[in-house]
């Protein structure tokens, strides 16, 4: 999401201004505070609700954090259930199945699209604050919904796949044995196991630069260090991540912060400009993957938004959808066996919000990944969905997410014995401490790679780790902040 923030403080308080999230040009207004109502606009491009198969919908999840003007510390604001609205007419508030008060989903209420929203405001009741002076941000991030019922796993061709399965409510409600379900490694996964039979929503894109920039800037200094590979003490321009080049990656220090009492300012600067609007210009790698992930850096940032890890089974359900849909043998995300490179080496508009791979390239299965030049590199989430394309052309899974082959990696909890010990316990938005429940940050044992990444090989004939049903990362532990991974979460 490419935000634009700016902070003043009142007598409970103003925020954000919102800015763009590439791809379907989330849009979230500049807030006003009355009393315990927050209030703000949101739209967003090519929103729909599907009337007939997969019949499901997108949506923003939208959470809030908050300040005393008098800290640095920034706090994830509890929402009431009740009390929420939105003008219009074709837009609702819906509470999250799990009524944590921790965020809201704003969504269609009938069938449509997919199209644009036109600017909607949208009214939620806080729980806190109380009183005070405060700072408030208001944060979206675009989610598809993944409908509740069967689905299969393995596609009885893929490396180290999971046996020829359909995951019933049976299996959810009442686990499922290893012998069962098959793979290498796998373990009898309980009942309490987040198989994917169950409804859940899943992030529309991995994690953009600008969204993790937003998630560095609500940390305090010590957090930061953490979550970075250079101290935020670093003079402005230090790159934060992984740097450009290969990497692509153009998060730097804005501001320096000063060790253990002030925090650094964090901002996209991928073209490595200098000067007062060196910062979030136009072409700054707002929308570009963000790379330099480890488990740690990952669980952190969904903790914080107050979302959670996918299991390898969710994954296979967000790529594959349920049934009547049948498996392929050998599919990619998209459904068939058809894929094609971006050549993401020849770039165009490289780090702007209409970034592509090499001129011409279009077709079924369009991917970043690995074709006939070894320069690819992360690119913009969701390059290859147009106004025109559909899913085999865009490269989309079945329920409408972005990029789930190639890109980057994607680390997921996989059904080895740490990982079988996961009960998909959501983000508290405190990221002092993950969730109990969730694999160690320190080892990540429990978890592991799914999907690619931009230098995986593209040749359809090779037993690709772009399928959806290949598991040959599914224990490799993500603990070194990699330029090939990224992630998203779920809820």
Not at 416 to 425: H, L, P, Q, S
């Amino acid at each position: 999401m490419k935000n634009k923030i700016l902070t003043t403080c009142f007598a409970a308080g103003i925020l954000l201004s919102g800015g763009r999230c590439l791809g379907n040009n989330l849009v979230v207004g500049t807030p006003t505070v009355a009393g315990a109502v927050i209030s703000f606009s949101i739209s967003w491009e090519n929103s729909w609700y599907a009337p007939s198969q997969p019949s499901n919908w997108d949506a923003a999840w939208v959470f809030i954090k908050y300040k005393d003007c008098t800290t640095t510390n920034w706090l994830h604001a509890s929402l009431s259930t009740a009390g929420n609205s939105v003008t219009g007419g074709v837009l609702q508030v819906e509470n999250p199945a799990f009524a944590d008060g921790k965020g809201v989903f704003i969504r269609r209420i009938a069938t449509g699209g997919p199209g644009t929203i036109a600017t909607a405001t949208v009214s939620l009741t806080m729980t806190t604050p109380a009183t005070g002076s405060w700072d408030f941000k208001v944060m979206g991030i675009e989610m598809v919904n993944c409908l509740a019922g069967d689905f299969e796993v393995g596609d009885g061709y893929s490396d180290w796949r999971f046996n020829s399965v359909t995951i019933t409510s049976a299996y959810q409600s009442g686990g499922i044995t290893s012998a069962v379900l098959g793979g290498n490694g796998t373990v009898n996964l309980p009942a309490a196991y987040p198989m994917g039979y169950n409804s859940f929503y899943a992030m529309k894109y991995e994690i953009t630069q600008q969204q993790y920039v937003e998630f560095l800037n609500t940390l305090t200094y010590s957090q930061q260090a953490l979550r970075t590979i250079v101290s935020p003490a670093n003079s402005p321009y230090a790159y934060a991540m992984m740097g450009v080049g290969a990497n692509d990656n153009g998060i730097q220090i804005m501001a320096s912060g000063v060790s253990t009492t002030t925090p650094a300012v964090y901002g996209c600067n991928y073209n490595n400009n200098s000067g007062p609007t060196a910062f979030n210009e136009a072409c700054d790698g707002q929308n570009k993957a963000c790379n330099g992930l480890d488990w740690g850096n990952l669980a952190a940032y969904l903790d914080w938004a107050a979302l959670r890890p996918m299991t390898e089974l969710e994954f296979e359900k967000i790529c594959r959808g349920g049934t009547p849909v049948t498996r392929v043998a050998g599919e990619f995300p998209w459904g068939n066996t058809q894929i094609l490179g971006a050549e993401t080496g020849y770039t165009q508009n490289v780090g702007c919000d209409n970034e592509l791979g090499k001129s011409g390239v279009v077709g079924n299965g369009l991917c970043n990944c690995y074709r006939t030049w070894s320069g690819v590199r992360p690119i913009r989430v969701g390059f290859a969905a147009t106004a025109t394309t559909n899913r085999v052309t865009a490269g989309a899974a079945y329920y409408g997410a972005m990029d789930m082959a190639g890109n980057l990696h994607e680390i997921i909890v996989n059904t080895t014995t740490n990982g079988a010990t996961y009960t998909g316990v959501l983000g508290d938005g405190d990221v002092s401490a993950v969730p109990a429940g969730w694999p160690s940050v320190s080892t990540a044992s429990g978890m592991g790679l799914k999907g690619g990444y931009f230098s995986s090989s593209c040749d359809a004939a090779s037993n690709s780790q772009l399928r959806t049903s290949n598991r040959n990362g599914y224990n490799t532990a993500p603990t070194a902040k990699d330029g090939t991974y990224g992630g998203r979460g779920v809820r």
